[in-house]
Structure formats: C-alpha cells, structure tokens
C-alpha cells in the first residue's frame, strides 16, 4: 500500500514537471540539492537544540535539525524559483523533448525529498504502524539500504555519512551505537588491516567531551595518558581487524595489554565503544553501570582513548586510571 502511495506521488510530480518545462523543474531540483547540502552543513550547529527541545540522543537530533533546514531553505528557495518563473513564463511553447525532461527532473526532486524523509523516518524511535509499513515497502527498502545506490548518493549530495553510518548500525546491532559489556561481544564485519586508520582527532573530540561531563559531575577532568592511549588504540584497531567488538581480542583483554605494557591498573575503567560519532559514544558511555565511572569517579586521575575507524565503523576505546 506505501508503494502505491509513493508511486502515485511521483507521478503526479511527473505530470507537474511536464507541464512545467525543463528548465523549471531543473531550478526546483538545483534549489532542493544546494539546500540538502546547507542543511548537513549546519545541522551540527542546531542539534544541540533540537536535543533539548525533543530529549533525542545526538545524532537523531542531527538528523532533525538537517530535516528542518532543509524544509526552511527550501521554502526560500522555493520563493526565488517562483519569481524566476514568472520571469520565464512568456516562453514559447514547450516542445515534447523539453516536456519529457522536465518530467523527468521533476520525479528526480521529488525523490530526492522522499530519500530525505525514508531516512529520517527510519532513524526515528520504533513506530509499530510505520515499521510494520516499512518493512512491506520494496520502494523503501530500496532507499534506506546502507549499501544502496540511494544512500551513496545522498552520501554525495550532503557531503555527510551520519544517515548511511546511522542506517549501517541499524541494521547491525539494532541500535544507533553499542556499548559492550565486559563479559559479552558483538561480531561485525572484519576490515582488512589496509582500510583500518587510527583517527586523533575523534579521540581529542571525546576526550573533551568526558571531561566536560566530569565537570559537570564536579569531579575532576583526566589528564591525557599516551601510555593508556597507545593500549586503547591496539585495542580498537585489532576490533575491526578481527570484526568483534569486545574486550578480548586475539592479543587478549585490555588488562592483558596493560600488564604487557607494564602500566600499573589501579582504578581502572574502560569502555568499549561502537558508534558513529564521539557524542554518541559519550552518551552511551554515560548510560551504562559497567562505563560510567569514566565519567563519575573522583579516583581516576589519566585518560587513554584510541578510536579506530574503517569505513562508516568507529570503535572507541577509553580507558582512565588513577
């Protein structure tokens, strides 16, 4: 039934598009390309209060204030459009070739706004109506596959992986981040060594981040380890390598790393993390009882954090000590 509806909308669009010519409906679709691209750009500035405004976790609330933009310059643009219409109006009669494509353009935007919407629907909290119509909907599934022709091309137009990393970590643990217990494991698709990176900079981002929170907490913030950094990072690094995401590897455990390393455990914490972004990771780090004494004990004095990434896949290791 949703494939029908979404069939009949894009060949009313279709039909919208051949009346109105090509180079209208071309204007339509530039105006709704730059404004995608606008909206992903400025949507980290804005999810902060989207966050507050709706209690999302970060990287939904991203994806809402993207939607949100991108409806708001669309509107504008949708303004100057008309006036350039009404500029172009006095032309003269539109050929059968200029009809066609503006047809086609016209079902190309408006497909472009449906890739926007499936994606965000999708990200949502559970709905039991909307999954139920979801997971019915070939078209659907069609634009939300993380792999798909669809999401590469939104990948391309916004310039940001959040939606396609988002929908990859759906349908792989069935959430948009996992925290793994110390006793448990998650298998993952295994990276080849070539494709894994170390990434400093997403480790310097959620290292700030916990110590904002431990401020927040009125405990102290941690000083940077590079000893427990280098040990978080072998970790992490050996995680995609091996496609589990646990704290075992095949070298052993964090604790077996860190007595190899010679670096005394006293009061140690550690959090092993799959997610799409530091804040992310944060927010599950502070959910958990087995992780959030990173963020809460007064004890522990240094911290270590190594991510490692391949692809959209991000395993994030902290580690703090006294």
């Known amino acids: 039934m ?3 509806g979404i069939l009949v909308i894009l060949g009313l669009l279709g039909i919208r598009g051949w009346f109105r010519g090509l180079l209208r409906s071309v204007i339509s679709l530039a105006v709704l390309g730059v404004g995608a691209f606008v909206a992903f750009t400025m949507s980290g500035t804005f999810a902060g209060t989207v ?4 209690g999302l976790s970060h990287d939904p609330a991203r994806m809402v204030a993207s939607t949100v933009i991108f409806i708001l310059f669309s509107a504008a643009g949708a303004i100057v459009s008309s006036v350039l ?3 172009i109006r006095f032309l003269p009669g539109l050929t059968t070739l200029n009809r066609l494509a503006g047809a086609a353009f016209a079902v190309v935007a408006g497909s472009l706004v449906l890739l926007l919407g499936l994606t965000l629907v999708s990200l949502l909290p559970p709905n039991e109506l909307l999954d139920k119509q979801f997971r019915e909907s070939r078209i659907v599934a069609t634009f939300v ?3 798909g022709f669809a999401q590469g091309l939104l990948t391309t137009i916004t310039g940001d992986r959040l939606p396609r990393a988002l929908l990859v970590f759906e349908q792989l643990v069935g959430d948009r981040r996992l925290v793994v217990a110390p006793d448990a494991s998650q298998r993952i698709p295994a990276s080849e060594p070539d494709k894994v990176e170390a990434r400093p900079d997403l480790a310097r981002d959620i290292s700030e981040l916990i110590n904002r929170d431990r401020v927040g907490n009125n405990v102290s913030a941690l000083s940077a380890s590079d000893p427990l ?3 978080a990072l072998e970790h992490a690094t050996a995680l995609l390598i091996e496609g589990n995401v646990a704290y075992v590897s095949d ?3 964090i604790a077996d790393r860190l007595d190899r390393a010679d670096i005394l455990r006293t009061s140690v914490h550690a959090g092993v993390v799959l997610a799409v972004s530091p804040e992310s990771a944060l927010e599950g780090i502070g959910e958990q009882p087995w992780t959030s004494p990173i963020v809460t004990d007064a004890d522990v004095t240094k911290i270590g954090v190594g991510v490692a990434s391949a692809g959209v896949l991000q395993v994030y290791v902290v580690i703090v000590s006294q």
């Open 229 to 231: 950094a280098v040990v």
């Open 251 to 253: 070298a052993g455990s």
């Open 51 to 54: 966050q507050g405004l709706t």
């Open 85 to 87: 219409h009404k500029g």
């Open 2 to 4: 949703l494939d029908i």
């Open 145 to 147: 596959d993380p792999d």
